[in-house]
């Protein structure tokens, strides 16, 4: 079966920097676009950065643009999502995705992660 894995959440500072990366296992993972996205206490889960099935693609919400930077390494079966610059609104538990298209909806994903913290102190 699909599993995704998140990992690299944690407490950090405002302005500090995190690396969360998601190891995917039960499918050829080049053959599929992956998606990150946060859900924060109380909100919906909202689209953070998408990147195609080579890397040659990506995309960022607005909220997160010049900051975040999703990549992939396909030899590792792992995206990632670099943050830098972190302010406390960026609080909220992030999840990986796996989909045919790097869609910044939902419903384009078919496999979703567990999550993992991240909060950002003021």
């Known amino acids: 079966q699909v599993q995704l894995i998140e990992s690299g959440g944690g407490l950090v500072q405002a302005g500090g920097s995190l690396r969360l990366s998601c190891a995917a296992s039960?499918?050829?993972?080049?053959?599929?676009?992956m998606g990150w996205f946060r859900q924060a206490p109380g909100k919906e889960r909202e689209f953070v950065a998408a990147?195609?099935?080579?890397?040659?693609?990506?995309y960022d919400a607005d909220s997160v643009k010049g900051r975040f930077a999703i990549s992939r390494s396909n030899a590792k079966s792992t995206v990632y999502l670099q943050m830098n610059s972190l302010k406390p609104e960026d609080t909220a538990v992030y999840y990986c995705?796996?989909?045919?298209?790097?869609?910044?909806?939902?419903?384009?994903?078919?496999?979703w992660g567990q999550g993992t913290q991240v909060t950002v102190s003021s």
């Open positions: 990147i195609d099935r080579s890397g040659g693609y990506t």
């Open positions: 039960g499918r050829t993972f080049s053959r599929y676009a």
């Open positions: 995705a796996s989909g045919q298209r790097p869609a910044i909806s939902l419903s384009a994903y078919d496999y």
